[in-house]
């Protein structure tokens, strides 16, 4: 057994230790003494890439076998010679420095339960993404629920993959994004029900990103360690024409966006609700809206989500919620002709999307015509809108150019609301309706469609997040 301990600021460190020939398997087992996150990556003396795994204070380990490695590990031939662990701590650049003491030990040939779920590789030892992406799980076409945003305990989750494998069928969700920080499941679950896809959390004191059907998984040995430096690398995991690129509960303190240099036509997705059981999710959901407005009266037609951010088990609570923090909620429906990766990253990519709590949204636009994120050629638009939940009352929400111009109860009886012609575009906001004066939380949001004739879709006023920011502040908007 090999052991390292030492404390590690904002900053990184390698890790020697020899693995013997008669080395049948290898254990890397880590905790940080305080509460803190520390990312441990493990090569091999191939210089293979054999597992990556965000340590906490309580014990997580790395098992790698030749087969059915354990969770967040690679299998393959386990080479004797010198391999290393790289740790980061990548906290301290812009929020509160947090040194982590750490405490690591390196054991061979112990014993490994393997998982009885069935698992499909995705990562290789050069972090390179292996997925089917045009595989087809259902052949229809039509809007297709999941969860772009949530965790495991690969990361900062609660849930072990088994257990979140089984609370995302249970939940009855179509397709599922494991988005863990700075980190790519390297073994996804395969399942009759379920299209589970590669993702990862670009997590920095700038903002965190997900990029959702990467090409590569995220490999820090060559990068500046900055913040800039991270999320540029994230960034460049993306395949033009093929992976989304989305930004994180934008408005939420202290886990905001603030990188001002990221240039909005890369962005293909904003998550205007986050975790709605967290206590100031409400408040940050009103601030995206007003950023997204001011996106699209800028021109750039980026599609708004939802994403549970979900890291806990059923029965838990964040603090102050009566109702779980449960992956699926809220839910984004993406419209596909086929579930398969290229039809769900595509949707995305295009704004054919819609997101919802639990009302039981159901529309139309312009009798089927229409679906968000069209071109919609400036025509007049009739939307039909209903909802399947009667226990609350629900209120859509009409906004043109980013102005309320209608708010309209909504029921099971299928209701018309009718935009004239003029609008730049048209989204519908669903809410929670508490009373009669009172506007209500956001339950769920229909993606606009819009009128392509306007060349502001082609010549975008702002370019970057900083000059957005700007805008936003300035008198003149």
């Not at 003396?45 to 380990?61: I, M, P, Q, Y």
């Given at each position: 057994m090999t052991q390292f301990q030492g404390e590690l600021p904002f900053g990184r460190v390698r890790l020697h230790f020899d693995v013997p020939a008669d080395a049948s398997s290898v254990s890397i087992t880590g905790t940080t003494v305080t509460k803190g996150f520390l990312y441990a990556a493990a090569y091999d003396?191939?210089?293979?890439?054999?597992?990556?795994?965000?340590?906490?204070?309580?014990?997580?380990?790395l098992d790698i076998q030749p087969h059915h490695s354990g969770l967040g590990a690679l299998d393959g031939t386990i080479t004797s010679g010198e391999?290393?662990?790289e740790l980061y701590n990548l906290e301290g650049e812009f929020r509160t420095e947090r040194a982590m003491q750490y405490h690591v030990e390196v054991s061979f040939n112990q014993p490994h339960t393997a998982s009885e779920l069935e698992l499909v590789n995705t990562v290789t030892g050069r972090h390179e993404i292996e997925f089917d992406y045009s595989a087809v799980l259902n052949r229809d076409s039509r809007w297709y629920r999941g969860d772009l945003h949530a965790h495991t305990q690969l990361?900062?989750?609660?849930?072990t993959l088994e257990a979140a494998t089984s609370i995302v069928e249970s939940q009855g969700l179509d397709f599922f994004f494991f988005t863990e920080h700075n980190i790519s499941q390297p073994k996804l679950p395969v399942s009759q029900q379920c299209l589970f896809l590669p993702g990862v959390e670009i997590t920095t004191d700038l903002g965190h990103f997900n990029v959702h059907g990467g090409v590569k998984s995220l490999d820090l040995r060559e990068v500046e360690h900055s913040s800039q430096a991270t999320i540029e690398a994230g960034l460049a995991?993306?395949?033009?024409?093929?992976?989304s690129i989305g930004i994180n509960h934008p408005m939420m303190k202290p886990w905001h966006w603030h990188y001002d240099k990221i240039e909005l036509s890369r962005v293909s997705t904003f998550e205007v609700c986050c975790d709605p059981t967290w206590s100031t999710s409400p408040k940050a959901a009103e601030q995206a809206l007003i950023v997204l407005n001011e996106m699209w009266n800028c021109g750039h037609r980026i599609t708004a989500i939802g994403g549970s951010d979900s890291h806990l088990e059923p029965h838990e609570r964040n603090p102050k919620a009566d109702e779980p923090s449960i992956y699926g909620d809220p839910s984004t429906f993406v419209f596909s002709h086929g579930l398969s990766g290229e039809g769900i990253l595509a949707g995305l990519r295009h704004g054919h999307v819609y997101f919802e709590r639990r009302c039981g949204l159901q529309f139309n636009i312009n009798h089927g015509q229409l679906i968000p994120g069209q071109d919609s050629k400036g025509q007049a638009l009739d939307y039909t809108l209903s909802v399947a939940d009667t226990t609350r009352h629900y209120l859509a929400e009409v906004v043109v150019d980013g102005e309320v111009t209608a708010r309209i109860p909504l029921s099971k009886a299928p209701t018309h609301v009718q935009v004239a012609q003029g609008y730049t575009w048209c989204r519908i906001d669903i809410r929670r309706q508490q009373n009669e004066q009172a506007r209500g939380e956001l339950e769920g949001c229909i993606n606009a469609v819009f009128d392509g004739n306007q060349s502001i879709f082609n010549t975008p006023l702002v370019n970057t997040w900083g000059e957005l920011m700007e805008r936003l502040d300035s008198d003149e908007v």
């Open positions: 003396a191939n210089g293979d890439f054999r597992g990556k795994v965000l340590f906490e204070k309580a014990h997580k380990s391999w290393y662990l990361s900062d989750g609660h849930n995991l993306a395949k033009a024409n093929h992976t």
